[in-house]
């Protein structure tokens, strides 16, 4: 079972900036999937943003031109970074390394 360990959550004015990190056990490298979800009270889970094998990024439409996936090898550590912070952006975000292998969640708060 694969170990993950997220940070960098928290609360931050609309407008503002968070870089959320997931540490894992074992190499992320070339994982296809790999990426992070989160969910919002009284919503379902959501894909926000994956890797998929290859490389390429994907992301939800909401937050395209605002969120960067990427990924540091040599630390095995997955990174979400977000700028120009919505309200609607508020959700626990989680990490996610296929085959269900899930982070624990961070909170995200983005207030008006």
């Known amino acids: 079972q694969v170990q993950l360990v997220e940070s960098g959550g928290g609360l931050v004015q609309a407008g503002g900036s968070l870089r959320l990190s997931c540490a894992a056990s074992?190499?992320?490298?070339?994982?296809?999937?790999v990426g992070w979800y989160r969910q919002a009270p009284g919503k379902q889970r959501e894909l926000v943003a994956v890797?998929?094998?290859?490389?390429?990024?994907n992301y939800v439409n909401s937050v395209k031109g605002r969120f960067t996936i990427s990924t540091d090898n040599a630390k095995n550590t997955l990174y979400l970074q977000m700028n120009s912070l919505k309200p609607e952006d508020t959700a626990i975000y989680y990490c996610?390394?296929?085959?269900?292998?899930w982070g624990q969640g961070t909170q995200v708060t983005v207030s008006t």
């Open positions: 074992r190499s992320i490298f070339s994982i296809d999937g």
């Open positions: 996610y390394l296929p085959p269900n292998n």
């Open positions: 890797i998929t094998n290859g490389g390429r990024r």
